[in-house]
């Protein structure tokens, strides 16, 4: 309901809601303008989701994911694919990224400025190389 009644929206926080899905998240690509939104601590968000929203956002220039504990490195490839104006990208404590994913995200997005890899268990010095190589206008 929010999605198709809110066509000009542009940012939407919904950090910690828990109950937040797939099927939420997939709503939101009705908001074409949709440029930053926080999904931080949403545990039921799933790649499915993310996949879509970044299929129907192409506005997107920040996204929070961190505490979105199901995604893989598919996120990070459709994001690398459907969002290269994205700025910020936040994902802390996403155990299931690896170093290829973070490859195939850095080569569609080479205009981020700020990314939070908190806690990111299992990227390794290669996804550093990676974004050094990539994003050209990286700041940290």
């Given at each position: 309901?929010?999605a198709k009644?809110?066509?000009?929206?542009?940012h939407?926080?919904?950090?910690?809601?828990?109950?937040?899905?797939?099927?939420?998240?997939?709503?939101l690509?009705?908001c074409?303008?949709?440029?930053?939104?926080?999904?931080m601590n949403?545990?039921?968000v799933?790649?499915?989701?993310?996949?879509?929203l970044?299929?129907g956002c192409k506005e997107?220039r920040?996204?929070?994911v961190s505490?979105?504990?199901q995604?893989?490195d598919l996120t990070?490839?459709?994001?690398g694919?459907?969002?290269?104006?994205?700025?910020?990208?936040?994902?802390?404590k996403?155990?299931?990224?690896s170093?290829?994913?973070f490859?195939?995200?850095?080569?569609g997005c080479?205009s981020l400025?700020?990314m939070d890899?908190e806690?990111c268990?299992?990227?390794?010095d290669s996804?550093?190389?990676?974004?050094?190589?990539?994003c050209?206008?990286?700041?940290?």
């Amino acid at each position: 309901a929010l999605a198709k009644g809110c066509l000009n929206l542009q940012h939407l926080l919904l950090r910690y809601c828990k109950l937040i899905g797939d099927p939420g998240v997939k709503a939101l690509t009705q908001c074409k303008k949709l440029s930053l939104l926080s999904l931080m601590n949403c545990e039921e968000v799933t790649d499915s989701g993310i996949v879509a929203l970044t299929k129907g956002c192409k506005e997107l220039r920040c996204l929070s994911v961190s505490g979105c504990t199901q995604l893989t490195d598919l996120t990070l490839t459709e994001i690398g694919n459907n969002c290269p104006s994205l700025r910020t990208l936040e994902l802390a404590k996403l155990i299931y990224l690896s170093d290829r994913g973070f490859k195939n995200l850095v080569k569609g997005c080479n205009s981020l400025e700020k990314m939070d890899l908190e806690e990111c268990q299992s990227i390794t010095d290669s996804s550093l190389i990676q974004i050094s190589l990539h994003c050209l206008i990286f700041s940290l």
